[in-house]
């Protein structure tokens, strides 16, 4: 069975750090290109990071270039977020998502709440 299965959320204060990991099971997974994205409450789901699956370079979005990094361990099948100085506009549900051109699996998601 192929899936995705997000861990490392929790509650944190604003300033604080959370790891978050994503972790992939029936999948040739050193070929995907992974992502993360997240949703607020009451917003669309957003772009946060990705890293591909050949060369292992990473995008970020700008919201979240220089306090969060994103890193791959092809032989674990496991992605991970780093996610430093976080802010309460940070809080969403975090949703990794593994693309191989036109397949995509997706997690179910682990909650990050950052309180002020």
Do not use: H
């Not at 995705?4 to 978050?20: D, I, K, M, P």
């Not at 994503?22 to 409450?41: D, E, H």
């Not at 969060?68 to 100085?85: E, P």
């Amino acid at each position: 069975q192929r899936q995705l299965v997000e861990s490392g959320g929790g509650l944190v204060q604003a300033g604080g750090s959370l790891r978050l990991s994503c972790a992939a099971s029936g999948l040739a997974f050193s070929v995907y290109t992974v992502n993360w994205f997240r949703q607020a409450p009451g917003k669309e789901r957003e772009f946060v990071a990705t890293i591909t699956g050949d060369t292992g370079s990473t995008t970020y979005a700008d919201s979240v270039k220089g306090r969060f990094t994103i890193s791959r361990d092809n032989a674990k099948k496991m992605v991970y977020l780093q996610m430093n100085s976080l802010k309460p506009d940070d809080t969403a549900v975090y949703y990794c998502n593994a693309r191989l051109f036109s397949t995509v699996y997706w997690g179910q998601g682990t909650q990050v709440t950052v309180s002020s």
